[in-house]
DNA sequence: CAAAGGGCAGACAGACTTGTCTGTCTGAGA
DNA sequence: TCTCAGACAGACAAGTCTGTCTGCCCTTTG
């Protein structure tokens, strides 16, 4: 084996075990077990479970946010305010996967509390989902795009929760809001 | 001591606790340390720490959703169109306070998952928030108020997870949303 | 061919967890 | 005064957790 191969299995297994079950609820032990690798190698790669945790982050940002939600909603539709709604869509799919496990970032936020080293590599995160959505908004040449941003993370992460809960149709709700922001923050002239 | 005292102590020092770190950053001791009550003595009252959450949440029920959140709203304003938004009000003066703790309903049900237990009775109790909700769009006259109740509730948490990240300006965002989301549930002619 | 290094398996330490159980003390009522 | 319920204190069991360390094996490289 390669000895890359050791720790992006480590980070692959930590992928599927931290976003579908949190992290407080998987342990060293098991995680080592699932990838099939020596505990001694596990740290060897990593010096405690909360670098992984931090690993574990870092991929989620690129193959989450980046690959799953923003490539796909700009590859669903032309113009920027098109691709802002099929954000939406892409939840509406995302919510109804039978893997669907929530977004991680306000999970372990919530799980580990804002002041947690943690909690505040979260909130950076999601504060590169909310640059993305200014990037879309500045495109479609909407006012105020950072604020226009905010509003708008609001009924993502609402509708996330809302999905959580069970309503599958939290999608359609917050894109029918998301339309009435859009309006709210067109170019006044 | 009378005999209830043991058992309020605990269900006060678990609302205190609970509340602020989450379910499995409290452990047993702990608790019974705070509350100063023996350790027979709390399983005498709680056959499981598990039971005791579901006190817990029952109490968050009573003392938050009701008290904190649904009275001071509806004292705030006149119409039920007022007493809604006024929520939001209430919500950017609790962001405001130095033992903010978010939602523990959503905390408990993301610690958890929508499967356990105590995941699927936080999902109830949402639920029963959303019922305030509706209660007021219906003394409101809006069309459709239980499908409004759920848009409506994608506001207020989303706005509690991005002021947990520190925006506390997102109950006036969530508030003009709201705004628009009256306007659209408006009665047509 | 030999040495070295990385990976695997798993024992181990020490600190936690929930929950059980034993014993002591206090206060109320007969 | 005697009794008894209930609270307190804390040892204890059984299992969890993270993190360290010791061997053994295999592969690659000098």
Same mark, same amino acid.
């Given at each position: 084996?390669?000895?890359?191969?050791?720790?992006?299995?480590?980070?692959?297994?930590?992928?599927?075990?931290?976003?579908?079950?949190?992290?407080?609820?998987?342990?060293?032990?098991?995680? #080592?077990?699932?990838?099939?690798?020596?505990? +001694?190698?596990?740290?060897?790669?990593? @010096? %405690?479970? !909360?670098? /992984?945790?931090?690993?574990?982050?870092?991929?989620?940002?690129?193959?989450?946010?980046?690959?799953?939600?923003v490539a796909d909603a700009r590859g669903r539709?032309?113009?920027?305010?098109?691709?802002?709604?099929?954000?939406?869509?892409?939840?509406?799919?995302?919510?109804?996967?039978?893997?669907?496990?929530?977004?991680?970032? #306000?999970?372990?936020?919530?799980?580990?509390? +804002?002041?947690?080293?943690?909690?505040? @590599? %979260?909130? !950076?995160? /999601?504060?590169?989902?909310?640059?993305?959505?200014?990037?879309?908004?500045?495109?479609?040449?909407?006012?105020?795009?950072?604020?226009?941003?905010?509003?708008?993370?609001?009924?993502?992460?609402?509708?996330?929760?809302?999905?959580?809960?069970?309503?599958?149709?939290?999608?359609?709700?917050?894109?029918?809001?998301?339309?009435?922001?859009?309006?709210?923050?067109?170019?006044?002239?």
């Open positions: 084996m390669s000895p890359a191969a050791a720790r992006q299995r480590i980070v692959d297994t930590a992928y599927q075990l931290f976003a579908r079950r949190g992290i407080r609820d998987v342990g060293v032990n098991e995680l #080592i077990s699932s990838a099939g690798v020596a505990k +001694a190698t596990f740290y060897r790669h990593f @010096a %405690s479970k !909360d670098e /992984l945790v931090l690993a574990f982050l870092e991929q989620r940002d690129r193959v989450w946010t980046v690959d799953l939600i539709a032309g113009t920027p305010t098109e691709q802002l709604l099929a954000i939406f869509d892409v939840f509406g799919d995302w919510f109804r996967r039978d893997d669907f496990e929530a977004c991680s970032f #306000i999970n372990i936020l919530l799980e580990m509390g +804002a002041n947690h080293p943690l909690g505040r @590599a %979260s909130i !950076d995160y /999601l504060a590169k989902i909310r640059g993305h959505v200014q990037q879309l908004a500045e495109e479609a040449g909407l006012r105020d795009a950072e604020d226009f941003s905010r509003s708008w993370h609001i009924l993502m992460k609402g509708s996330i929760i809302s999905a959580t809960e069970g309503d599958l149709d939290a999608s359609k709700r917050a894109q029918r809001m998301a339309r009435m922001l859009i309006e709210d923050y067109r170019p006044r002239p």
